[in-house]
């Protein structure tokens, strides 16, 4: 049966879909950019603030529903430019830590909301 994952925690959906969804074991989180869930404002317009807000807000989801990063099996990071991937790096790298998830991280043309990045990710529980 698939729940629909819904926190205050991390910000709205802003089109139609769900911040995330529950099949069994496995969570499939919706790609998280970097907007404060509370005022709704986009972080500071820099790589590094927006990569931490993006994860924060990941991990609110996560929290909610009663896991951490080290249940995240698999992490997808979309940057608004390479240029950017070794600073993105740094702050993931915070959150992260062995045994690490598989990820891609791939530059795109634009994110919504003119983010930096986005990070999407799927966990285990």
Not at 54 to 63: P, R
């Amino acid at each position: 049966m698939k729940n629909i994952v819904n926190t205050t925690k991390a910000p709205s959906a802003i089109g139609p879909y769900s911040q995330g969804v529950n099949i069994g074991d496995l969570f499939f989180f919706s790609g998280q950019i970097p907007l404060d869930p509370t005022t709704g404002e986009m972080a500071e317009n820099n790589i590094k603030a927006q990569t931490k807000q993006s994860l924060e807000n990941v991990k609110a989801l996560l929290e909610s529903q009663g896991l951490d990063f080290s249940n995240v099996i698999k992490t997808t990071v979309f940057l608004d430019s390479m240029d950017d991937f070794a600073a993105m790096n740094e702050v993931y790298a915070e959150y992260f830590v062995a045994p690490y998830p598989a990820r891609s991280a791939v530059a795109v043309d634009k994110l919504p909301k003119g983010a930096l990045v986005e990070v999407e990710v799927i966990a285990h529980k």
